[in-house]
């Protein structure tokens, strides 16, 4: 079976072309006689072989942010109109986005650090957060309230909020959440290449999941003048609740688009779903059934916490080591030296292009490198599978961003 990304080099048994005999392979730009440093010659740009699907998922956003306004909006209001005290619940609802808002800064940093490898774009994971803050809590709000309605008006307040917090919020709420990774997934494929981009995608919108649905709590707890006391248990010792939950539907699709086999493809979502899903009711039963577990709770967290970012951890070290993998036969044939590697897989590479002369067109560079290792990784799996893959379609062009990064860091390459 030919090699999809060009004649393997000595690590797939082949030796690799003479440098100055190598003709270029077809859909890449001309190499320079010398490796790093020749002048590269005008490149071409391919169209993007997911445009249509790509401007599909922007539009389902779009619609879904509108209606996600919309409800959230009226949430709002009857939140306000519906209290005894309409003007002060205004202002505790301005104080619940202050509480809820602002440590915003910190927990969003965190994933952003742990994805210094491949780091998604800021929009992807802007849309991300809106989804989560907009949509998912309009929609699963709209359902979480009507069940409520449905079982209190039935069996009473009680059940009816036992079935609410036990089993309609963990279901609407990771299924809402859950569509974000489905969308990145499905529509956005280029920017999802695995289980850590299943993670970071899932955090984000959590997050912003987890802000909005704070404000209502801080809001209420501010009337009962307990606002201190809840904003220590939701903003400081669990705000990684959602994220965990939603994090294991990201591992599932992440698991998907790493594995070429089908029935892995179609499995691991759900399970993935439906693990979120069990720890979300989970967490939601024990203060349900027994309202004076707080130790319990808190030594049941801190298990939950530590196991996350231990797997985040394990997975983001095994992302460097496939880029690096998928990057050597880039240097046997003059497309990167060994120092662009080096810089490439380093874990604080786009700090050091930061604060030097490389710049924005140095993270760029980095970005293109991984963003190729990566692609070269999933056509390897999909062609050990036997599969056809969209990955194959990025290669070339990537090479050639790879091509015009690296003459526009020789322009300005301190003499």
């Known amino acids: 079976m030919n090699n999809p990304y060009g004649p393997p080099p000595g690590p797939y048994g082949h ?8 003709p270029p392979y077809p859909g890449q730009a001309p190499y320079p006689p010398q490796g790093y440093g020749a002048p590269q010659p005008p490149v071409t740009t391919e169209p993007d ?12 956003w779009i619609l879904g942010m509108i209606a996600g306004v919309v409800l959230n909006i009226l949430f709002t209001l009857a939140e306000i109109f519906l209290s005894k005290a309409p003007g002060q619940m205004m202002s505790a609802v301005l104080k619940g986005a202050l509480f809820a808002f602002l440590p915003l800064g910190f927990y969003l940093f965190v994933p952003m650090v742990l994805d210094r490898y491949d780091p998604e774009p800021w929009w992807c994971l802007a849309m991300a957060f809106l989804w989560g803050a907009v949509v998912a809590t309009g929609f699963a709000g709209m359902i979480n309230t009507g069940v409520h309605i449905v079982f209190a008006g039935l069996f009473g307040p009680t059940v009816g909020n036992f079935v609410t917090t036990v089993m309609s919020a963990p279901l609407s709420e990771e299924l809402f959440k859950g569509l974000a990774i489905l969308g990145f997934f499905y529509f956005l494929r ?19 999941f987890a802000a909005v649905e ?43 688009r ?15 779903f439906f693990a979120g899903v069990f720890l979300h009711a989970l967490w939601n039963f024990v203060p349900t059934v027994i309202p004076d577990a707080f130790v319990i709770m808190l030594l049941f967290w801190l298990l939950f916490v530590a196991m996350f970012f231990c797997i985040i951890i394990a997975l ?13 036969d880039e240097v ?50 999909a062609m050990k599978g036997q599969k056809r893959t969209i990955s194959a379609d990025f290669i070339a062009p990537l090479r050639r961003e790879l091509a015009t990064l690296r003459a526009a860091l020789l322009a300005k390459a301190p003499r």
């Open 316 to 328: 983001v070290i095994r992302k460097g080591r496939t880029i690096r993998q998928f990057l050597r």
């Open 214 to 256: 704070n404000v209502s709590y801080y809001a209420r707890a501010d009337m009962a003048d307990q606002l201190g006391t809840t904003f220590f248990l939701r903003g400081v010792l669990a705000p990684w609740g959602h994220p965990l939950y939603t994090s294991m539907t990201g591992i599932g699709f992440g698991i998907a």
């Open 258 to 272: 790493e594995s070429s086999r089908t029935w892995v493809r179609w499995l691991a979502p759900i399970g993935g």
């Open 49 to 60: 072989p997911d445009k249509r699907r790509r401007a599909a998922g922007l539009a389902i």
């Open 15 to 22: 030796a690799p072309y003479p440098q100055q005999q190598r």
């Open 190 to 208: 280029r920017e999802f290449d695995g289980v850590v981009d299943g993670i970071i995608y899932a955090t984000f919108c959590a997050l912003g």
């Open 332 to 381: 046997l044939i003059g497309n990167l030296t060994n120092e662009e590697l080096e810089l490439v897989c380093s874990p604080v590479g786009r700090i050091q292009c930061t604060f030097s002369w490389r710049g924005a067109e140095g993270r760029a560079f980095i970005r293109a490198a991984s963003r190729l290792a990566l692609s070269k990784w999933h056509t390897a799996r």
